[in-house]
């Protein structure tokens, strides 16, 4: 399921952030007089296709020119869709689409811009919707030597489309070498409950998708906490959540590692979240517990102090001194058990301040 993160895949290179529509093919120039011109477009099937418009514009002096198209109400669609896109044929007369160097077009959504593109150059434009933005050259042309039928489009798997200068045009189907359309993670939230978290997340569509490892960063390392399985590949909307229980005080990191059947993953961006200590300390829980190599868990306390965490076997024994040193006033720390040398079995980890004393349990497993 590529990609993800709150996440398009266009231009030279792609982009790191996620559109819910964007540019997928277009023709402008052949020998002769230029005929079959056009621009297709993806939009995410859950999204008002009435909402979003082309914008031509004339490099000669950056100014649009020609009508604003509204796509969902003058283009067309054949029905194709992928990745949860579908796409849309937006037709031009013959000529209708200037051949520059450099000119460009604008897509927008409710009268905010898009995606601004431009081919033989770039350009800034002057009015319209994107007035005093930069274009972005996709780098490849159609010089007006070549027989009509072909067409610049985006070819490549999701996460690597690229764009691609073709003498086999496809308006309304997927481009030739295009396996599919970008899947979408659309929103990544956490959301504070108690002294815990609730991570939620919600796809637009799903391909290839075995499921979620939810990931802490902990100790300066990201900890797995768990795995949510997915939905292989369904084009309709779906929705998840994790709880995290037990956190201390402090500001905590979390991502999702997205995995497919085949192996392949891809992190989603991080989200923090920041939790306020509600009395004298707060020590969660280790995890994962039980634990074979490693275990982590939190640390805070409302009020500045020395604090020492100690780890004790059933027999009273200290095994290891896990920290010892002042925490700040409502500052998280992370602390690390390690339990590499140690037997199985089961384990305090003591923490003592100067305002409180609590012991919790935790499991090493062999």
């Known amino acids: 399921m590529k990609r993800l993160l709150l996440f398009s895949f266009l231009a030279i290179a792609p982009l790191a952030s996620a559109q819910n529509a964007f540019f997928n093919e277009f023709h402008y120039d052949n020998a002769g007089t230029d005929v079959g011109e056009f621009i297709e477009v993806a939009i995410l099937t859950s999204e008002d296709a009435t909402d979003y418009t082309i914008t031509l514009y004339n490099g000669s002096n950056n100014a649009t020119y020609g009508t604003v198209r509204n796509i969902g109400s ?5 029905g194709t869709q992928s990745g949860g896109y579908t796409l849309y044929l937006c037709s031009y007369p013959e000529n209708g689409i200037q051949n520059g160097a450099p000119d460009g077009i604008a897509l927008g959504n409710a009268g905010s811009l898009v995606e601004f593109l431009s081919y033989e150059g770039v350009m800034t434009a002057t009015n319209g919707i994107a007035s005093g ?13 070549d027989p009509a039928g072909g067409s610049i489009g985006l070819e490549g798997s999701p996460g690597a489309l690229v ?5 086999d045009d496809s308006p309304g189907f997927l481009n030739g070498g295009q396996t599919a359309l970008p899947v979408e993670l659309v ?12 991570l939620q997340w919600r796809t637009a569509s799903e391909t290839n998708n075995a499921g979620f490892d939810v990931q802490q960063q902990q100790g300066g390392a990201w900890t797995t906490l768990g795995f949510v399985k997915g939905h292989g590949t369904t084009l309709e909307a779906q929705q998840y959540s994790y709880p995290v229980a037990s956190l201390a005080a402090g500001t905590f990191r979390f991502r999702l590692r997205q995995v ?6 891809e992190f989603s961006p991080e989200v923090e979240l920041t939790i306020e200590s509600a009395g004298v300390y707060r020590v969660s829980a280790a995890q994962p517990n039980p634990f074979r190599d490693a275990a982590y868990f939190t640390l805070s306390v409302q009020r500045g102090q020395q604090v020492t ?8 024994q200290r095994v290891a001194t896990l920290f010892e040193g002042a925490l700040g006033s409502n500052e998280s720390r992370t602390v690390s058990i390690d339990g590499k040398g140690l037997p199985a079995g089961v384990y305090l980890y003591r923490v003592q301040g100067e305002t409180f004393a609590t012991s919790r349990q935790v499991t090493l497993m062999r």
């Open 74 to 78: 003058e283009c067309s669609t054949l």
């Open 309 to 316: 965490a100690e780890l004790y076997n059933l027999l009273g």
């Open 133 to 145: 933005i930069t274009s972005t050259d996709i780098g490849v042309a159609e010089l007006g030597s």
């Open 163 to 167: 764009w691609t200068l073709s003498g």
């Open 187 to 198: 929103s990544f939230d956490a959301i504070a409950s108690g002294s815990g978290v609730t």
């Open 260 to 265: 497919d059947f085949d192996g392949a993953f």
